[in-house]
């Protein structure tokens, strides 16, 4: 066992018998800067919210308080105390968690799921509370035979023991462990003993969605539902001035037609006559000085900011007199566009008010701001407000939105239609309904010596803050500028004597938010481009030159290593082919990828071959690890080879997947992942795989064909043009 953990000084057990018999074991954590106290003012959230149920038929059903989208958590959660709990895992079931403080974000301090956060954030919460139960089973079992505890044996969901041979059922024992004292001191396991965690189980949300029975959240329906969809404003910051619904009114299934905050609803009895009702509508609306933005004029002037100092986000040595004094120096400028979170479900939320109360179906990552928002649009109070998440059909950061928009909206039409409504926006509203990955534009610096060693890196970044007019505001006060836009930037592992990163936060009126690796998407790509650019310049192989100057980062250099020999670097490629490598450390995770492309004589990128090195500490589920670096890649590379939202007369001119493309089957590469081993806590890796793939297709066809395209996407077109360049 490991040391152990002091539950009286960490954390806060409940434990009580369920209805009809069985163990609920509820575990608190105080709130950042609060007190265990705050667990005890919702004492009638006791029962809900626990994180475990023994039943007496032996059935361990585990709560969890992180939204699944893909990414396992509905199974690596409850890995984390089954293992603990020495359950059998065929008998564990899962349970989404309704909104309780038991279950806020043990950083956040809110509940949500972002930022690469489940395993690491719950590695020892949830470990804690399964080694409870099993030692508060272990006791009952002890008692019932008056035998002592440290005899008994707990494994497979059975507790055992071995000088009598008596052996009880988990379900025959949860009554009365129920009503053992909490331990003030739990031990947990040294990962040697580990049965469960390391081991790719059959994940437990598979059988449902196989069956085609799991629930998202536009698969809803409650007893006398209406649909509707919402016209909302063509133009960024524009105003309703006044609208006619009478042709509206008359589609066959539209029952009523509302103006609500965000536009003007129909609401309907189902999604056609809706959205029939929805093109029937004349509109008149107020464009406002939004109407002069487009993606072209915000591109100059963010041109022109970087031209001019910033705000000053790291400074070590003197970036300004070393790049005077180089021998040779480097300047690029990288631009990358808006972009849409695109999740395969449009956005959609189920809304039911009554006079007193709120319940909503929906797939949200953000609950707790969610049900606070809701709670104020419908009049209430949040505890009034019930939401069940559902299964999201893809998120990346969209369904966590700082304003909670399209569960507002739904509280808004809900009360308009006086019946539960479901909104639903179609795949044109998602593209275009805003919030998106903010475009950024860099400007860099580099300098080397006589001898081609890089003295000197200097970075300005110009781009939307993610952070002003939310929730998260505070900390761009407290350290004065916006960490998410330079992150991947500002800390920059390379060992340059002199460095110097800047920051512009210009506002403007498009609304953005946190995209899939948030500021690393952009980082990723420029600071890795660059640093090529540099190594090439100065004679450098740059797998050769990374690995010099991250002398001091050990863990870099491993994921590196191991990439460029699993990538077969320095192997030559036939012509036209070329092979590029980038490395990124984000959300406490390390991550190169080595890219293999072929460009054709049209500038065409074909990407063939991608291997993937990640270090993410101590690995809970090898197969979620490995499909969430795939899905990083794929999704990086939608973005990179397709990705763009054009902004003209500020309107979205992008609909759909036919002019905003995502990376299809047959344009897939072969990608393979390599696990490195490590005894460090877990990390990230829903988002990790995202920031380096860009820069490694990028550095490749620099190696392929000598064309270096520092715009995002890498369309032909600009593969074209950068030849011709050198």
């Not at 369904?399 to 809900?414: G, I, T």
């Not at 590196?560 to 990538?567: F, P």
Request: hydrophobic fraction near 45%; charge should be neutral; include cysteine.
């Amino acid at each position: 066992m490991s040391d152990p953990v002091d539950i009286r000084r960490r954390e806060f057990l409940l434990a009580s018998a369920a209805v009809g018999g069985g163990l609920v074991l509820g575990f608190y954590l105080p709130p950042r800067g609060g007190v265990i106290a705050a667990a005890a003012a919702e004492p009638a959230a006791v029962t809900p919210s626990a994180w475990l149920r023994i039943a007496a038929d032996g059935t361990v059903t585990i709560v969890v308080a992180k939204s699944e989208m893909g990414q396992g958590v509905y199974t690596s959660m409850p890995m984390l105390i089954a293992e603990e709990l020495e359950a059998d895992w065929s008998r564990v079931r899962i349970e989404p968690a309704p909104v309780a403080a038991v279950y806020n974000h043990t950083v956040y301090g809110v509940m949500v799921t972002g930022g690469s956060t489940s395993v690491a954030s719950s590695w020892e919460q949830l470990r804690t509370v399964g080694a409870a139960a099993r030692e508060m089973l272990v006791a009952a079992a002890a008692r019932q035979w008056e035998v002592p505890a440290a005899e008994c044996r707990a494994r497979e969901g059975t507790v055992s023991h071995p000088g009598s041979g008596r052996s009880l059922g988990y379900g025959a024992l949860a009554e009365g462990a129920a009503a053992e004292p909490v331990p003030a001191v739990v031990a947990l396991k040294e990962p040697k003993d580990f049965r469960l965690i390391g081991r790719s189980l059959p994940r437990l949300d598979s059988p449902e969605k196989l069956a085609g029975t799991a629930l998202f959240g536009i698969d809803i329906q409650r007893p006398g539902m209406r649909v509707a969809v919402v016209a909302r404003p063509p133009v960024f910051g524009a105003r309703l001035r006044g609208f006619k619904a009478e042709a509206a009114r008359g589609v066959p299934g539209v029952r009523t037609v509302a103006q609500v905050p965000s536009g003007v609803a129909v609401i309907a009895d189902g999604y056609w006559p809706a959205l029939k009702g929805r093109e029937a509508l004349e509109i008149d609306w107020e464009e406002g000085d939004g109407a002069a933005l487009s993606s072209d004029g915000l591109r100059e002037a963010y041109r022109a900011l970087a031209e001019e100092p910033g705000t000053v986000t790291r400074s070590e040595g003197d970036a300004t007199a070393a790049l005077a004094a180089a021998p040779r120096t480097l300047v690029a400028e990288y631009d990358v566009p808006y972009l849409a979170h695109a999740a395969m479900e449009p956005l959609n939320c189920v809304v039911e008010l009554k006079g007193d109360s709120c319940e909503i179906w929906t797939g949200t990552q953000f609950q707790t701001v969610d049900r606070n928002a809701a709670a104020k649009a419908a009049g209430l109070k949040p505890e009034q407000v019930q939401i069940h998440t559902t299964y999201l059909g893809g998120g990346f950061g969209r369904r966590a939105n700082p304003a909670s928009d399209f569960v507002v909206e739904a509280v808004h039409v809900a009360r308009a239609a006086k019946a539960p409504v479901k909104v639903i926006w179609s795949r044109e509203d998602d593209t275009r309904g805003g919030w998106y990955r903010p475009l950024w534009y860099s400007r860099l610096q580099g300098g080397l010596d006589e001898g081609g060693t890089p003295v000197a890196w200097s970075h300005r970044i110009v781009g939307q803050s993610i952070l002003s007019g939310t929730p998260f505001e505070q900390a761009v006060i407290s350290q004065g500028f916006d960490g998410t836009s330079v992150e991947g930037a500002m800390e920059l592992p390379y060992a340059f004597p002199n460095i110097r990163v800047d920051l512009h936060s210009p506002i403007k009126a498009v609304p953005v938010q946190w995209w899939r690796s948030v500021g690393h998407s952009h980082t990723g790509f420029v600071v890795e481009s660059f640093f090529d650019e540099l190594a090439h310049a100065a004679g450098h192989d740059p797998y050769r030159l990374r690995r010099r100057l991250l002398a001091d980062h050990p863990r870099h250099r491993r994921v590196l290593d191991l990439a460029a020999e699993k990538g077969g670097w320095g192997e030559k490629l036939p012509q036209g082919k070329g092979r590029g490598l980038a490395l990124h450390h984000s959300f406490g995770s390390y991550v190169a990828q080595v890219a293999e492309v072929s460009v054709d004589e049209k500038g065409r990128i074909r990407v063939e071959r991608v291997v993937c090195a990640v270090d993410c500490g101590r690995v809970v589920h090898p197969d979620t690890v490995r499909a969430q670096m795939e899905s990083g890649i794929v999704f990086g590379l939608s973005a990179a080879l397709f990705g763009e939202l054009t902004v003209e007369k500020g309107r979205v001119l992008e609909s759909n997947f036919h002019d905003y493309p995502v990376l299809r089957l047959e344009e897939t590469p072969v990608i393979e992942v390599h696990l490195v081993e490590s005894s460090e806590k877990p990390t990230g890796v829903g988002e990790p795989g995202v920031p380096p793939i860009a820069a490694a297709v990028a550095n490749a066809v620099f190696a392929a064909v000598g064309a270096r395209v520092r715009r995002l996407p890498l369309l032909p077109e600009r593969v074209l043009a950068a030849r011709h360049r050198s």
